[in-house]
């Protein structure tokens, strides 16, 4: 039986995931589930902030982005989704979604200084974001003036095609290598083409 395609795209925060899944959704016409995004829904739904929040409240979002996910591979629709989890994290639903999905992983991978210099800038020019996810780099950086420095990551590692593309500057691979390299089958030339309309018979 055919199984729907699940295009993971990780990295480190501010490594540009975001951009990237949305550009390669916006590119196959297949919807794009973000973690982050779904957290924001989740927080608008309480009518708090992340600060008053309890703690599970991150694993609340977390849940609800995997079973989204999951409702989709098992409709046969699929999907690129996006989430700055480490291999732990991942390690909970990749092995269940390679047995729904022809799965992809695309890992973002700038340098390390770079992901944290852009998740600051990210966060300073949208204020909003501390209400949804209390970002503790904006906030180090206003009181010290300090930028924090990335902490380690380890990317998932799992038995399905994996490609790490360097988002430093533009895309390498460049976008369109990427999406030859995620293989989505397309249909044949054939049943593309628009049949000639008949002129009506009076």
Avoid at 158 to 173: A, G, I, Q, R
Wanted: charged share 25%; aromatic share 6%.
């Amino acid at each position: 039986m055919t199984k729907p395609y699940c295009i993971i795209v990780t990295g480190r925060p501010g490594s540009g995931k975001t951009t990237l899944s949305k550009k390669l959704a916006g590119e196959l016409h297949l919807p794009a589930i973000s973690r982050d995004e779904v957290k924001e829904g989740y927080v608008v739904s309480t009518g708090s902030t992340h600060r008053d929040l309890p703690d599970e409240t991150s694993w609340k979002a977390t849940e609800a982005f995997f079973k989204a996910t999951r409702l989709l591979l098992e409709s046969m629709v699929s999907v690129v989704v996006e989430a700055a989890f480490q291999h732990k994290v991942w390690s909970i639903v990749i092995p269940e979604w390679i047995g729904l999905s022809r799965t992809r992983i695309v890992i973002c991978e700038p340098e390390a200084d770079i992901c944290a210099k852009r998740h600051l800038e990210r966060g300073l020019a949208d204020p909003a974001r501390e209400r949804f996810h209390g970002d503790l780099r904006v906030s180090h950086f206003r009181e010290s003036g300090e930028i924090l420095g990335s902490s380690d990551y380890n990317p998932p590692s799992f038995d399905c095609p994996t490609l790490k593309v360097d988002t430093e500057s533009d895309y390498n691979p460049s976008i369109e290598n990427i999406i030859d390299w995620l293989n989505i089958e397309k249909p044949n030339q054939t049943s593309l083409t628009t049949p000639k309309a008949t002129p009506p018979t009076s």
